[in-house]
């Protein structure tokens, strides 16, 4: 089931009664700001038990969540930042990318360093799928306020956003010394992932003797990934990405981009790091 006909095959379900509730919220990692700093503002969705909705690339099935924000002149905004996912198995051996209970869409607001005003108003809409057996199509407008800082100590993030920044996917080169190497042809691309051992706290991974690994395909993703295979060579961590990708005019090179979820099993230890490595040029096995 395709992406694009999706709302076709959904229209007569979102007519059948109310949805499930889902409360939508604007909420600041944050309350204030000073000038030149940066505060995460988060569009929080609660859901009801059972209900789920959708990442950046939804999957098998599905439409993304979406939002954009707003606010005074002179901020900076980011693009929409997206947590990593969790796998949401379908009937009929599909799999859909997204959000259970609660989901958070990421935006990072900086505050020019020349900041006039006590208050700072902000305004999102966001755009949901929220699905079980059906789905339910539904949007909101939001509105939060930033006071201008007045006091050195920086207050405490909201605990609702708190899971969700941890699940933020970092630069794989936040992993010291890891590195990618791309590999086999142009129709089965390989990506060879190698990330040392950590000489941090175990909080921090793998010191892990049982790690998982998945990997979840972004939308700006051009190849199909085939399997994932994970190898405990010494202290190190090796995880090989097998691929396949078809060329065409908009598509002449593959591009193997996503986030790499790394855990122990008692997913007490989790990283999430973000993969794009350039094709260093097109094989010859097309």
Request: net charge negative; hydrophobic share 35%.
């Amino acid at each position: 089931m395709s992406v694009n006909t999706l709302p076709l095959l959904l229209a007569p379900l979102l007519f059948q009664g109310e949805g499930p509730e889902v409360k939508a919220e604007l909420i600041p990692a944050s309350l204030e700001i000073g000038p030149g700093e940066e505060v995460f503002v988060g569009v929080h969705l609660t859901l009801e038990p059972g209900w789920h909705v959708y990442w950046e690339n939804p999957g098998d099935s599905g439409l993304p969540t979406t939002a954009q924000v707003s606010g005074p002149e002179g901020f900076e905004i980011s693009p929409v930042l997206y947590p990593a996912p969790v796998a949401l198995p379908q009937p009929g051996g599909l799999t859909c990318y997204g959000y259970e209970e609660t989901a958070c869409l990421f935006f990072r607001v900086t505050a020019p360093k020349e900041l006039k005003g006590e208050s700072f108003e902000f305004t999102a809409e966001v755009q949901w799928l929220v699905c079980e057996e059906l789905c339910f199509y539904g949007e909101a407008q939001l509105t939060t306020t930033l006071r201008r800082r007045t006091e050195d100590a920086v207050g405490e993030t909201d605990p609702r956003l708190t899971p969700h920044l941890r699940r933020l996917p970092q630069p794989l080169s936040t992993w010291p010394g890891a590195t990618i190497k791309l590999g086999g042809t142009l129709s089965k691309p390989t990506a060879l992932i190698t990330l040392p051992e950590l000489k941090e706290s175990s909080a921090e991974g793998p010191g892990m003797t049982e790690v998982i690994v998945s990997f979840y395909k972004s939308q700006g993703s051009t190849v199909e990934v085939q399997s994932v295979a994970v190898d405990r060579g010494g202290a190190a961590l090796q995880v090989s990405l097998a691929c396949s990708f078809k060329p065409s005019e908009k598509r002449k090179a593959p591009a193997i981009m996503g986030v790499l979820a790394i855990s122990t099993r008692d997913s007490k230890t989790q990283r999430f790091l973000t993969i794009e490595p350039k094709w260093p040029g097109e094989a010859d096995d097309v």
